[in-house]
């Protein structure tokens, strides 16, 4: 079964500091991963995308990285703002040949991200 | 217990026609979002709910689209008179909504929509 999970759950630090989320999938045959970032009642904003070939990729203080060997994949967040507050969301795509107009998307639980100051 | 179900799995619709898409979220979730996300794209947002009511409205993309939550429950996103670039995967999430809080979302698994 194609899962996608991510850890931690939900995790707090102090606004400044650096943090690391974790997302792990057995979704095959892959095609792309994404990391998105929601605030409630909002909708998601896209962070990075990765395919299979690429390992690291940076937005501003977000660096993602992907290894798809291990299938594993990190949202590193530095020098956090109180702005970071959300839910940072882990979705990969299956490359699914049959179908034209659409990937099958897994999606992860996301990890509860809240910066205090 | 269940999780966010969808209905259909897969659509495939003539140019013109409307369909309608259906959400039935997780029991006690007050918050439900539509997006979709056409081939090669991102998630866009289409629409929010609060309850029966949606306070953000701002994602659907044109009066075509249209969507309604019924008893804090099932929702139907609509779209009217189909046309080739409404073709996407439509998603469903449905979370608590504690007031302020950041809360989980869970998906569900998608509606594949084919216009031709």
């Known amino acids: 079964k194609n899962q996608v999970e991510q850890s931690p759950q939900s995790l707090i630090i102090l606004e400044g500091k650096n943090c690391t989320l974790q997302?792990?999938?057995?979704?095959?045959?892959?095609?792309?991963l994404r990391w998105y970032k929601q605030d409630t009642g909002r909708g998601p904003v896209s962070l990075t995308i990765?395919?299979?070939?690429?390992n690291t990729k940076s937005n501003g203080r977000y660096t993602a990285t992907l290894d798809a060997d291990t299938k594993q994949s990190s949202l590193h967040i530095t020098a956090s703002q109180l702005s970071d507050s959300a839910s940072y969301i882990c979705v990969v795509s299956e490359e699914d040949p049959l179908v034209e107009y659409g990937n099958k998307l897994v999606f992860g639980a996301g990890t509860i991200l809240r910066v205090k100051s | 217990g269940a999780g966010v179900s969808q209905s259909p799995s897969n659509k495939v619709t003539e140019k013109g026609k409307d369909v309608e898409l259906r959400c039935d979220p997780i029991s006690g979730h007050t918050a439900l979002y539509w997006y979709r996300q056409r081939l090669g794209q991102g998630l866009e947002f289409l629409i929010y709910f609060q309850g029966n009511s949606a306070p953000d409205k701002s994602g659907l993309p044109s009066d075509r689209f249209s969507a309604e939550r019924t008893g804090e429950s099932v929702s139907t996103l609509t779209i009217q008179r189909t046309q080739q670039e409404d073709s996407a995967v439509y998603l469903c999430?449905?979370?608590?909504?504690?007031?302020?809080?950041?809360?989980?979302?869970?998906f569900g698994p998608g509606t594949r929509l084919l216009v031709l």
């Open positions: 999430a449905s979370s608590l909504f504690l007031g302020g809080a950041v809360e989980t979302q869970y």
């Open positions: 990765m395919t299979f070939s690429e």
């Open positions: 997302c792990n999938y057995t979704v095959s045959p892959f095609s792309n």
